[in-house]
């Protein structure tokens, strides 16, 4: 991948949620809302500096937040880190 976030910012791919519920029903793709949360691909230098998030950590983020991107045909997402509300652990 050829994409590097600047300033305060990192790359996130969303983490698919289940397509099912616990009682068996399918839930179609057209009705789930968009996941909040997702794994870093890519920071920043200035994230890398403070060392809070690294490249691999699963995080949960705002609702409304980040710009969808495109890369190598996969879509992403380019948050703040102040958009993260956490890591997952």
Excluded: C
Aim: proline share 3%; charged share 35%.
């Amino acid at each position: 991948m050829g994409f590097k976030p600047l300033g305060q910012r990192v790359l996130v791919e969303r983490v698919e949620e289940e397509k099912k519920t616990t009682s068996g029903i399918i839930i179609p793709d057209n009705v789930k809302e968009k996941p909040l949360n997702g794994k870093v691909i890519a920071i920043s230098d200035e994230v890398a500096e403070e060392k809070k998030i690294s490249e691999g950590d699963t995080v949960v983020f705002a609702k409304y937040t980040g710009t969808d991107i495109k890369i190598d045909g996969k879509e992403y997402l380019v948050m703040n880190t102040d958009d993260i509300l956490g890591i997952l652990k």
